[in-house]
């Protein structure tokens, strides 16, 4: 059969997550002539290139563990998915049960994931990576399609070392892989097998992926873009975007204290201190990195899971600021938004992007998409709006 060149295969590690399950649902709501609200590349000022139609998405993935039709359930409930969508979308979702691959879980979950995950850490990180390669050709095959992208979007993994090999852009992972520890990132298991697969690979949580050297020089190398880390879609956005206007005013921030409330499965994954390491250095960088102005200043970041909150993500800011004379002043905001509905939007441009890439023949990691991530992939610059800057040059060489 020929592949059918507007089908899109959009691979998700984490499938039956909250907001692999906004996606899935987003993409059918999409379908049905709803409005593709905070989709950046669905706007008028980029409406006129060259996108793949996202009602063309298919979503395939990995799970170790859940079912599609509870977290749908969960999302309507809470008030972040239309019961009548969850409702229509039921063989949609029996349709994805059927075709969801075994996930390679941490060792640590052995006991907690289903029978065919666990079975899966029987295999060595070579055979692993081999596994979930040939979970991707058979989507592909099954689509019928040459274009697919691999967005990872499992829960916060704990933090771990790396073997200082790993730290050479020009060694080879692969050859790495032989030798590598038994818990390796996960993250980098799967951005392995994209990229040996050709396919593009987005990396949407805390995990290292296509931040470690040699997995972001194989990239190059192979041509595959790679997009990361950790989606910037809630407090962090909101600082990236005020913290410029103290800048450029050149008050100075004394203080910044951030309280972050978190109640899904996301936030009880970040109780346990391993994993939320990673996410709190990420949250913490930002600002030193824009208020340069500001070098004394005092920065907290706390994340704490308050299980009633379900998917509604609450932050609370209180930014202490000095003006001219030393005159003291000081702004507070709340921002209570549904995790899910945030991200999933992010997830369908982030595919696009990677799919005009790859398109473009720009492999490896894809600094345009910074404005996305809280720890975007060598880039240094966290402004928000320069972020965008360098999206719109992207996407406009010639402007
Ligand atoms: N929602 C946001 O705004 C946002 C922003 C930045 C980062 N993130 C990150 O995105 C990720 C997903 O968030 P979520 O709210 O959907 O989380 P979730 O807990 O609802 O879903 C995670 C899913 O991953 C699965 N999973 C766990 N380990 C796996 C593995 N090794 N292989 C395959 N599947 C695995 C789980 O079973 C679960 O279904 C989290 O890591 C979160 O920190 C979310």
Redesign the pocket.
């Known amino acids: 059969m020929n592949p059918d060149p507007n089908q899109t295969g959009l691979f998700l590690?984490?499938?039956?997550?909250?907001?692999?399950?906004?996606v899935l649902h987003g993409i059918e709501g999409l379908r049905s002539g709803m409005p593709p609200i905070g989709m950046v590349t669905a706007g008028p000022e980029f409406a006129d290139l060259d996108w793949a139609d996202y009602e063309r998405f298919s979503v395939r993935?990995?799970?170790?563990?859940?079912d599609a039709h509870r977290?749908a359930d969960d999302l309507a409930r809470t008030g972040v998915l239309p019961p009548d969508l969850v409702e229509l979308s039921g063989g949609l979702r029996d349709r994805l049960e059927m075709s969801i691959a075994p996930?390679?879980?941490?060792p640590e979950?052995r006991q907690l994931?289903d029978r065919r995950?666990a079975d899966r850490l029987d295999l060595s990180p070579v055979e692993m990576v081999e596994a979930l390669r040939g979970d991707i050709r058979e989507w592909m095959s099954e689509l019928r399609t040459r274009k697919a992208v691999v967005v990872?979007?499992?829960?916060?993994?704990r933090s771990r070392d790396l073997p200082e090999a790993w730290m050479d852009p020009e060694a080879d992972p692969i050859k790495l892989l032989m030798t590598a520890p038994m818990d390796i990132s996960?993250s980098i298991l799967?951005a392995l097998a994209a990229i040996e697969e050709e396919v593009p690979f987005v990396n949407?949580?805390?995990?290292p992926g296509a931040t470690v050297p040699a997995v972001a020089g194989h990239a190059r190398r192979k041509n595959v873009s790679v997009l990361g880390n950790?989606?910037?879609?809630?407090e962090t956005l909101l600082k990236t975007s005020l913290a410029p206007m103290f800048r450029d005013r050149r008050l100075h921030v004394m203080s910044w204290e951030g309280f972050n409330m978190l109640g899904?499965?996301?936030g009880?994954?970040?109780e346990d201190p391993d994993r939320k390491a990673t996410?709190v250095a990420n949250k913490d960088a930002v600002l030193p990195a824009i208020l340069k102005e500001s070098p004394n200043m005092h920065v907290g970041v706390r994340i704490d899971f308050v299980p009633s909150l379900h998917?509604w993500?609450t932050a609370m800011d209180y930014i202490h600021f000095q003006g001219f004379l030393g005159a003291k002043m000081s702004l507070q905001f709340t921002w209570q938004?549904s995790?899910?509905a945030?991200?999933a939007p992010l997830v369908l441009d982030l595919t696009r992007l990677a799919l005009m890439a790859q398109s473009r023949g720009e492999g490896g990691p894809l600094h345009a998409a910074a404005a996305f991530f809280?720890q975007p992939l060598e880039v240094e610059e966290h402004d928000f709006h320069r972020q965008m800057e360098l999206l719109r040059k992207w996407l406009r060489p010639a402007t």
Do not use: M, Q
């Not at 996930?103 to 941490?106: A, M, S, T």
């Not at 990872?152 to 993994?157: G, H």
């Not at 949407?204 to 995990?207: D, E, N, S, V």
């Open positions: 590690v984490g499938v039956r997550g909250a907001i692999g399950t906004t993935g990995w799970d170790v563990a859940g977290a996930g390679v879980p941490e979950d994931v995950s990872y979007l499992a829960s916060a993994e996960r799967y949407f949580t805390p995990a950790d989606g910037k879609t809630g899904n499965k996301d009880a994954a970040l996410k998917d993500k938004g995790d899910s945030l991200a809280k």
